[in-house]
């Protein structure tokens, strides 16, 4: 049995010999059923849902980078502790993630190695550098804000070893954008050159934040097919302006002001109207041209080649188990 939450038995188990069934594929999304490892599924399913499980693997453990650069500068021993354990978080949710594309029937170090060859992409905003602590606050805040935005809508993808991991996810990223907050609230109400600290980082931060979302929604090539499938269940835009709407009362909160001279409350849309994006942007960092993208990628490549023989190692040590259960058997 290959059972999940939501009526296994409307399931078609994958035979290699039949060709796929749509339409039993097509009733079971119909009925909110979740996709689970072996069943049928249509081909450009299961490579969507590889594209974009392995960029949000990949983005998470990129994005340890820009706040691992402040772990031996943090200003005190319990911002040190926090900041050790939320970037041990994105580790964690790189891994679980990792693990999910796995059940569609990749390697792990494959989708590594198309990552360091610059064939699958990461999330543009960890290409963005951060120059002072107050930028580990606004990565908490505005880029986990965002994180948490796109991902709770993920926790009921079609797919099931995808949505259960956001579960998990979602809940650690709760954490990381609250002690985000707490960092800036802090700043925000301290001395005056602090205040001013919080302030450039948010001013940095925000346009790359909104960016993370997507191109918008009819510049994006691949939303329409996605949320047939139940993968994504709002669009980029629709997600967008959630995120605006959540966090512009939280700034005012905060003591802080968002770097944007058209935002307004639109009382008929009841939403936040916000100024143009300059896509042009995201575009540039995503072909490779932001500020950090060398760096990142550079410092990847090498820990990637530092820690090899943990990789062997662990594979030896594997390998000796299954002889011993082998000749104990
Ligand atoms: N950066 O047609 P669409 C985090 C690409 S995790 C780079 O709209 P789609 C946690 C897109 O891949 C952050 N590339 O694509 C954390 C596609 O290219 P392709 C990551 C981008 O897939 C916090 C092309 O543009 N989260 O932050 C970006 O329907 C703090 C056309 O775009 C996820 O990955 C971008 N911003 O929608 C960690 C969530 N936007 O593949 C550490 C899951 C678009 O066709 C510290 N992913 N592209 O060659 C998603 O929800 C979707 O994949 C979107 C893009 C919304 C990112």
């Not at 979740?34 to 299961?46: A, I, K, N, S």
């Not at 707490?182 to 001013?196: F, V």
């Not at 023989?309 to 082998?326: G, M, N």
Request: hydrophobic content about 35%.
């Amino acid at each position: 049995m290959y059972g999940n939450d939501f009526g296994g038995d409307q399931h078609t188990r994958h035979e290699p010999d039949r060709p796929h069934d749509d339409r039993a594929f097509t009733a079971l999304l119909a009925g909110e059923g979740r996709v689970e490892p072996r069943d049928d599924m249509p081909e450009g399913y299961r490579k969507t849902l590889v594209r974009q499980i392995a960029q949000h693997a990949h983005s998470e453990i990129i994005g340890m980078q820009p706040e691992g650069n402040w772990i031996s500068r943090a200003p005190s021993l319990r911002r040190k502790a926090i900041l050790m354990a939320k970037v041990q978080d994105e580790a964690g949710h790189g891994l679980y993630l990792y693990a999910a594309a796995e059940t569609l029937g990749v390697d792990r170090a494959d989708l590594v190695d198309q990552l360091h060859s610059g064939r699958q992409k990461y999330s543009s905003i960890f290409n963005y550098p951060t120059l002072t602590w107050a930028d580990v606050g606004a990565i908490g805040w505005l880029v986990d804000g965002a994180a948490i935005t796109n991902q709770v809508p993920l926790c009921r993808c079609s797919y099931g070893p995808y949505a259960r991991a956001m579960v998990r996810v979602c809940k650690e990223e709760s954490f990381h954008q609250r002690q985000g907050f707490e960092i800036l609230y802090t700043l925000s109400h301290g001395t005056p050159s602090q205040k001013a600290m919080a302030q450039d980082a948010v001013n940095r931060y925000w346009w790359p934040s909104l960016m993370m979302f997507g191109p918008p929604d009819d510049d994006s090539p691949n939303s329409a097919q996605s949320m047939a499938w139940g993968i994504k269940r709002f669009s980029n835009d629709e997600l967008r302006q959630r995120f605006v709407d959540m966090t512009v009362p939280q700034a005012q909160a905060l003591g802080l002001t968002l770097p944007d001279p058209d935002l307004r409350w639109n009382d008929e849309r009841g939403g936040y109207d916000y100024g143009e994006i300059d896509f042009t942007e995201l575009f540039e960092v995503i072909r490779g041209n932001g500020p950090c993208n060398t760096e990142r990628m550079a410092h990847k490549r090498a820990a990637h080649q530092a820690g090899a023989w943990a990789r062997d190692a662990a594979e030896a040590y594997a390998e000796k188990h299954a002889r011993r259960t082998e000749s104990v058997a």
